[in-house]
Nanobody
Framework: QVQLVESGGGLVQAGGSLRLSCAAS????????MAWFHQAPGKEREFVAA????????YYADSVKGRFTISRDNAKNTVYLQMNSLKPEDTAVYYC????????????????????WGQGTQVTVSS
């Protein structure tokens, strides 16, 4: 099993930056593809970014492409989401998620395919 704990959320003005971190427990972190999702009040949970276990493959939602960067450090059991040029519409609770996938280039973008979730961290972008 994997336990995930997000951190790094907060209040920022539009145009600002934040870096979210997701720390994972367990010795098999490097076998899990990871992703970030977000959920705004009254809306469904939406895909933001994903990364394969090797870090060789990444994928982004169109709404964040060019502004957000997902990365991971398998030695530290941590995945990151660098968020730049933040917009008020980025306001949401951000969750990291993990799924065990064998291929070094594999990831998933459907939240239903992720087995493990963190508790979420709030990101608020003021205009």
């Amino acid at each position: 099993q994997v336990q995930l704990v997000e951190s790094g959320g907060g209040l920022v003005q539009a145009g600002g930056s934040l870096r979210l971190s997701c720390a994972a427990s367990g010795r098999t972190f490097s076998t899990y593809a990871m992703a970030w999702f977000h959920q705004a009040p009254g809306k469904e949970r939406e895909f933001v970014a994903a990364i394969s276990w090797s870090g060789a493959a990444t994928y982004y939602a169109d709404s964040v492409k060019g502004r957000f960067t997902i990365s991971r450090d398998n030695a530290k059991n941590t995945v990151y989401l660098q968020m730049n040029s933040l917009k008020p519409e980025d306001t949401a609770v951000y969750y990291c998620a993990a799924v065990r996938l064998s291929g070094p280039y594999y990831f998933r973008i459907d939240p239903r395919e992720y087995a493990y979730w963190g508790q979420g961290t709030q990101v608020t972008v003021s205009s």
